[in-house]
Nanobody, 122 residues
């Protein structure tokens, strides 16, 4: 199994910045990708950004130029720097990984964190 632990959410005024972190742990054989999704009240969960093992990234159009993802492979930790926050960014942010474990090294699965609340309001 793979466990994901998120931190860094909270309340921020419009125009402010927050940084989210997510650390993966467990019997990890290979991390194919890590990233962030978000779900606002009454809406479906949507991709914010993911980063793949080769370093490629995929950002949602709504966050391009404002959010930046980074990955520390030594720590199996992904970060999300969020700048120029707006009320539309208010949501629960979920960390995600597609990884395999030592018990099933050839089978990749999706794992999710418990979510961290980000609220942007004046």
């Amino acid at each position: 199994q793979v466990q994901l632990v998120e931190s860094g959410g909270g309340l921020m005024q419009p125009g402010g910045s927050l940084r989210l972190s997510c650390a993966a742990s467990g019997s990890i054989f290979r991390i194919n990708s890590m990233g962030w999704y978000r779900q606002a009240p009454g809406k479906q969960r949507e991709l914010v950004v993911d980063i793949h093992s080769g370093g490629s990234t995929n950002y949602a159009d709504s966050v391009k130029g404002r959010f930046t993802v980074s990955y520390d492979s030594a720590k199996n930790t992904v970060y999300l720097q969020m700048n120029s926050l707006s009320p539309e960014d208010t949501a629960i942010y979920y960390c995600h990984t597609n990884s395999s474990t030592y018990s099933e090294p050839l089978r990749s699965r999706d794992y999710w964190g418990q979510g961290t609340q980000v609220t942007v309001s004046s």
